[in-house]
C-alpha cells in the first residue's frame, strides 16, 4: 500500500512488513531513512515512522498492521539524555551507559535510539548486547558488541563487531562466564568506542537477579543507570548509588509484550540466519585446547569397556565415555584408585553448541558439535567459520544444543564432559 506521510506526522508499523521511501525521508528508531532505502520489520517488532519531511511510502504490510499516532513515541526525555552524555563526556575517556528493566519494557528499543543520537554527537558509539536469551546482536546464547559505522535500525542485520560466547539463553548457572564475558567486552570497548550502552536482560528480580545486576553495576562503574520502570520494580538495585548517576524513564505505552512462542521465533530467526550456508569439517583432538569441560584436561588412560578415558587432576577422579550405560560386568575389572568416575554417554554431544577460539582466546566463530569421533580422534564440526582451520585453537563448550539449521533442541548439563 502506499502511505504519504507529511512531516513530522507518525505511525507506528507492526512486523511483519517492509517499508520502502519513494520520496521525502522517515526516522525510524533514531535513524534517517532516505530514498530508495528500505527497512524491514520482522514478527513480533514494531516501528515507529515519524516524517522528517513530507514523503511517500511503499508498505508491504495488512492494513491493521499500520497504525497514525497523534504524537511520536519517543519521550523527549531520551533526546535530553543524549544532550546531556555530549555535555558531560570527558575526550579520552569511554562514557559508559547502563540500561536496566524487566522484560517487554523496550531496552533494545531505547538503547538503538540513544546509539543512534549518541553517534550523531560523541563519536564512535559501542551498544553491547547481554541479554542471550533474545539477542539482537550476534548468535543467541551469545554477546554481541556492535560498534556503530552508521546508524542502524535493528541490529541483527548488522555483522557484529566482537562476540562473547555463553553457551546458553540465561545467566542463571553460567554466572562466572557471564561476568567474564562482561569484563572482557569493557576492555574491548575501552579500545573502539567513545560511548558504551550496555543492554541487559530482564532478570532484574530474585537471588540471581539481584546478585547478577549488582555484580554488573559493581564492574562496569557506569557513568549513567537507565531505569525503565513501570513503577518502583528496580529501585532495589540502586540504592547505594548517588543521585546524578540514576536516570529513571517511564516505559512507553506503546511498549507491548512479546508472547513466548514469537520470543523464540525470533531468536530461533537470528539463530538459523547465523547458520546459514554453515558447513562441516573436522578439528584433530590434539590441535585444540578445551574450556569448560573435564574432556581433554587430564591424562589419557585405557580402560576396557569404554571408547575413551583419562585420568583428571587430583581429586576431580575419572572421564570415561561409553556407547551405553556404565553396568557393573564392565567396570568390575577397572583399578582401584580412578577416584569418582564421570561417566559420558557418546552421542549426547551431538547438536552441542561450542564457540571456536583463537591462541589468545578470541572467539572465531559459533558452531555446532555434530560429533566427537573417537575412532579417529576428531571433533566433526558444523559452523560458517570460513578462516584458516589452523587458526583454530581451542573449544569452548556451552550447555544449548541446536539442530543443524540452528532451531533450538534441548540443553545438556553444564559440567557433563
Same mark, same amino acid.
Request: net charge neutral; with cysteine.
Given at each position: ?63 491493521? #498492521? !499500520? $497504525? ?8 523527549? &526525555?531520551? %533526546?535530553?539524555? +543524549?544532550?546531556? /552524555?555530549? =555535555? ?89 562466564? #557471564? !561476568? $567474564? ?8 570497548? &575501552?579500545? %573502539?568506542?567513545? +560511548?558504551?550502552? /550496555?543492554? =541487559? ?217
Amino acid at each position: 500500500m502506499q502511505l504519504n506521510i507529511k512531516k513530522d506526522e507518525f505511525y507506528l508499523l507492526s512486523g511483519p512488513a517492509a517499508v520502502t521511501v519513494q520520496s521525502g525521508a522517515i526516522e525510524v528508531i533514531g535513524a534517517k531513512v532516505a530514498v530508495g532505502e528500505n527497512v524491514k520489520v520482522p514478527v513480533g517488532k514494531k516501528i515507529p515512522l515519524l516524517g522528517i519531511e513530507n514523503t511517500q511510502l511503499e508498505i508491504e504490510a495488512p492494513q491493521e #498492521a !499500520l $497504525t497514525k499516532m497523534e504524537s511520536s513515541s519517543i519521550p523527549r &526525555e531520551w %533526546d535530553d539524555l +543524549a544532550a546531556s /552524555i555530549a =555535555t558531560e563526556k570527558v575526550k579520552g575517556t569511554l562514557y559508559k551507559v547502563l540500561v536496566l528493566g524487566e522484560v517487554d519494557t523496550g531496552k533494545t528499543f531505547f538503547s538503538t535510539y540513544l546509539a543512534n543520537r549518541l553517534l550523531e554527537k560523541v563519536g564512535k558509539t559501542a551498544i553491547l548486547d547481554c541479554d542471550t536469551g533474545q539477542s539482537d546482536i550476534g548468535c543467541p546464547g551469545t554477546f554481541g558488541m556492535l560498534v556503530l559505522k552508521k546508524q542502524e535500525i535493528f541490529l541483527t542485520e548488522v555483522e557484529p563487531t566482537h562476540m562473547y560466547f555463553l553457551g546458553a539463553h540465561s545467566p542463571g548457572l553460567h554466572f562466572v562466564p #557471564a !561476568l $567474564t564475558g562482561l569484563v572482557e567486552m569493557l576492555r574491548k570497548a &575501552e579500545k %573502539d568506542a567513545d +560511548a558504551l550502552i /550496555i543492554d =541487559t536482560t530482564g532478570w532484574v528480580q530474585g537471588d540471581g537477579g539481584r546478585a547478577i545486576k549488582r555484580a554488573k553495576l559493581d564492574i562496569v562503574q557506569p557513568d549513567k543507570v537507565v531505569l525503565m520502570q513501570r513503577g518502583t520494580e528496580l529501585e532495589h538495585l540502586v540504592r547505594h548509588l548517588p543521585p546524578e548517576k540514576i536516570v529513571r524513564l517511564p516505559v512507553s505505552k506503546k511498549a507491548s509484550s512479546t508472547s513466548q512462542m514469537d520470543r523464540k521465533e525470533l531468536r530461533e530467526l537470528v539463530s538459523r540466519r547465523y547458520f546459514a550456508g554453515a558447513k562441516v569439517f573436522e578439528i584433530p583432538f590434539r590441535q585444540v585446547f578445551t574450556d569448560r569441560s573435564y574432556f581433554l584436561t587430564g591424562t589419557k588412560i585405557e580402560l576396557d569397556g569404554t571408547l575413551y578415558a583419562e585420568k583428571l587432576s587430583g581429586w576431580e577422579g575419572s572421564l570415561v565415555v561409553t556407547s551405553g550405560p556404565l553396568v557393573s560386568d564392565i567396570t568390575k575389572d577397572w583399578p582401584k584408585d580412578l577416584g569418582m568416575i564421570r561417566s559420558f554417554i557418546a552421542g549426547q554431544e551431538k547438536g552441542l553448541m561450542v564457540a571456536l577460539l583463537d591462541a589468545q582466546q578470541n572467539m572465531l566463530a559459533v558452531a555446532r558439535l555434530e560429533e566427537m569421533d573417537f575412532l579417529n580422534n576428531n571433533f566433526r564440526i558444523r559452523s560458517n567459520y570460513r578462516g584458516d582451520l589452523g587458526q583454530i585453537k581451542g573449544i569452548q563448550f556451552g550447555s544449548l544444543k541446536i539442530t543443524e539449521s540452528g532451531n533450538e533442541a534441548g540443553f545438556i548439563e553444564p559440567g557433563s564432559f
